[in-house]
């Protein structure tokens, strides 16, 4: 097994890279695995949902057009082989004849065209439709040959065709309407077949005993190992810990940094990580339009008015590095330019917002501007909290207050009051990871005019908003990579965001659970196609 020593609190634990079996172990089929996990997905349909976490749960039940590979090139899946345009506007997939829906349906373009339209639809209001902001229309040049055509050149569309957001639902299902409780009514073509859905509880899946199309990236092929999955809706890290180390489940995610040390190289157990920051790093996206953040010194006071570095450290114990860009460090897009460029100045921070004019103190100690006490909400949805962000944010918050008297307001809203904020653009902060994507998606997404956060904001920056949509239209690598760097940096300099830490994803599993790994696509766990259970 390949080992990472990282030293924590003290104490020298294993980071397993991959999760292999010993070496004279075969894949054995049978058994079913009873998994653990931080959050209960608010939707299973992919086309609607919004949480990282549910997607490499729907990975389970859906598959795409075609895979990425770990090196960033990609794989064929439901399609054999694709080409694209000399103009960038056409993409053309021969799909593979053998697919059939959950549902007995066939897979064929036309299941494909059905997928993109409903999605493109504006009316269906799907989360998914920001990968298709260049998406005209499909042509069925076959039974089992797509083109899907754009009415611009877009560089990150290859990409978006693989991406779970994108994935194939029977269009049977689609025609049935809400599809986010899950159950057999959420028909894919994947390896597990959605068997049940207990709010609150669990989601069961059962093996699709028919499955023979994995993606060219897997470890084996024909259908899964595993003949049942339960995932089990564990928030309280104690109670996932527990619940692992007493048999209740075989497999946990979103490992506490303090609980690692119980699985990591112990008897019975196996610990592992995936990479950090693959896709983008956990940022404080900052409202640059909406008073008092609307004043660039106040933005970067706060920046740089607190030491981000031991907050991470203490929060987690040294398993993951402090952010100093949008993008994480281990895409290959990172700006490593930005490293040690920003943050960490306080009296800087001070000199600014006195320059701005708040100068007053109120009677807790926080500066005022008359009589108006310096203060910013981070609105942070409930459902997407995990993995201590809440804890970390505290802690900034602690520090802006002591060294700079800024009053840095968290509120943990409702999903609902987070949906309302984005629609009228009131949000002030907003704390996030962003699906992973193209990065030049991801900056859209995150800082574009029609991205999710400004798109209903009137004057988003011109500058970055335009690199942007560059960045989307070019097909030249090199102009590409420049953009992308340019869009990092002036985020940073002009502190329309704030990024805090890479993160990763911890998983701890018995020792005769195998097969484990990380999706590419998702910068999180795989789905289980591969995973299986040594015999005892």
């Known amino acids: 097994m390949k080992k990472n020593n990282l030293l924590m609190g003290g104490v020298a634990i294993a980071l397993l890279a991959t999760s292999a079996a010993n070496a004279d172990d075969k894949p054995v089929s049978g058994g079913a695995l009873r998994w653990g996990v931080t959050t209960e997905p608010a939707c299973f349909d992919p086309h609607y949902a919004s949480q990282q976490a549910a997607f490499f749960v729907a990975r389970n039940y859906i598959d795409s057009l075609i895979a990425k590979k770990t090196d960033g090139t990609f794989a064929p899946w439901l399609a054999t082989e694709w080409s694209i345009s000399e103009d960038g506007k056409e993409y053309t997939y021969k799909l593979r004849e053998d697919v059939v829906f959950h549902d007995g349906e066939k897979f064929d373009a036309a299941a494909v065209k ?36 754009l009415s611009t050149p877009d560089s990150s569309f290859l990409e978006s065709t693989s991406n779970v957001k994108l994935g194939l639902i029977s269009p049977k299902s689609l025609a049935k309407g809400d599809l986010c409780g899950g159950g057999r009514a959420l028909a894919g073509t994947g390896p597990f077949v959605f068997e049940n859905y ?73 610990l592992l990580t995936g990479p950090s920051g693959a896709s983008t790093s956990f940022t404080f996206n900052i409202n640059y339009t909406r008073p008092p953040a609307d004043d660039v010194r106040v933005r970067r006071a706060l920046r740089d008015g607190f030491d981000l570095e031991p907050i991470v450290k203490q929060v987690y114990l040294g398993t993951v590095p402090r952010a100093w860009s949008i993008i994480g460090p281990a895409n290959p897009a990172y700006n490593k330019a930005l490293v040690g460029s920003w943050g960490n100045d306080i009296a800087g921070a001070n000199k600014l917002l006195d320059e701005a004019g708040w100068t007053g103190r109120d009677s807790e100690g926080f500066r005022t501007k008359d009589g108006k006490r310096l203060s910013i909400e981070v609105g942070y949805p409930q ?154």
Do not use: C
């Open 198 to 270: 207990t709010r609150g509880q669990s989601a069961v899946f059962a093996r699709n005993v028919g499955y023979n199309w994995g993606p060219g990236n897997a470890a084996h092929s024909g259908p899964a190992y595993l003949d049942r999955v339960t995932f089990r809706f564990l928030p309280e890290y104690a109670v996932r810990t527990g619940a692992l180390t007493s048999g209740q489940v075989d497999l946990i995610e979103g490992v506490q940094p303090t609980d690692a040390p119980l699985f990591a190289e112990q008897p019975g157990f196996k």
């Open 114 to 149: 059905a997928n993109y339209d409903f999605v493109k639809k504006p009316e269906n209001a799907v989360t998914a439709v920001s990968l298709l902001q260049a998406y005209d229309h499909a042509e069925v040049v076959s039974p089992y040959v797509i083109k899907l055509v």
């Open 383 to 536: 459902p997407y909290v995990r993995d201590n962000r809440d804890i970390l944010i505290q802690g900034v918050q602690a520090a802006l207050r002591k060294n700079v008297g800024l009053d840095l307001n968290l509120r943990l809203i409702t999903a609902g009051e987070y949906a309302k904020n984005n629609a009228n653009g009131t949000w002030a902060i907003y704390p996030n990871t962003d699906n992973p994507s193209d990065p030049a998606r991801e900056l859209w997404d995150m800082l574009g005019s029609k991205g999710f956060l400004y798109s209903n904001i009137p004057n988003p920056d011109q500058e970055i908003t335009s690199q942007i949509d560059e960045s989307l239209r070019t097909t030249d690598p090199v102009r590409k990579r420049q953009l992308t760097d340019a869009i990092q940096k002036r985020g940073v300099d002009q502190a329309f965001i704030v990024p805090l830490f890479a993160p990763s994803w911890f998983l701890a599993a018995k020792s005769n659970v195998n097969g484990l790994g990380f999706e590419a696509g998702l910068d999180s766990p795989s789905s289980a196609y591969d995973f299986w259970i040594a015999k005892k």
